[in-house]
């Protein structure tokens, strides 16, 4: 059983920078993957970025240029540091994990508004 907690969304101005932050807890030793991803109303949840307990990243190819994704395993958190952002990042950004023992399964935080105005 993993715990999922995300922070650090809020409201920021076109052009800004936040830094979003996924707290992991419990079975944290069965984690293969964790990544980011958002969904804005009308759309369908889709894949920011990831990050593989070897330290391999992902990133959606229009995202790559603004976003950085990263952890620290001595905290058990994974960060996702955004800059220049514009009003089309507005969306709900879910922590996700991913872990094969005992079984495969996908944990998802409640996720963090993140809205940027014009």
């Known amino acids: 059983q993993v715990q999922l907690v995300e922070s650090g969304g809020g409201l920021v101005q076109a052009g800004g920078s936040l830094r979003l932050s996924c707290a992991a807890s419990g079975s944290i030793f069965s984690i293969a993957t964790m990544g980011w991803y958002r969904q804005a109303p009308g759309n369908q949840r889709e894949s920011v970025a990831l990050?593989?307990?070897?330290?391999?990243?992902n990133y959606a190819d229009s995202l790559k240029d603004r976003f950085t994704i990263s952890r620290d395993s001595a905290k058990n958190t994974m960060y996702l540091q955004m800059t220049s952002l514009k009003p089309e990042d507005t969306a709900v950004y879910y922590c996700?994990?991913?872990?094969?023992?005992?079984?495969?399964?996908?944990?998802w935080g409640q996720g963090t508004q993140v809205t940027v105005s014009s």
């Open positions: 996700k994990a991913v872990s094969f023992l005992p079984r495969k399964i996908d944990y």
């Open positions: 990050i593989t307990s070897g330290g391999s990243t």
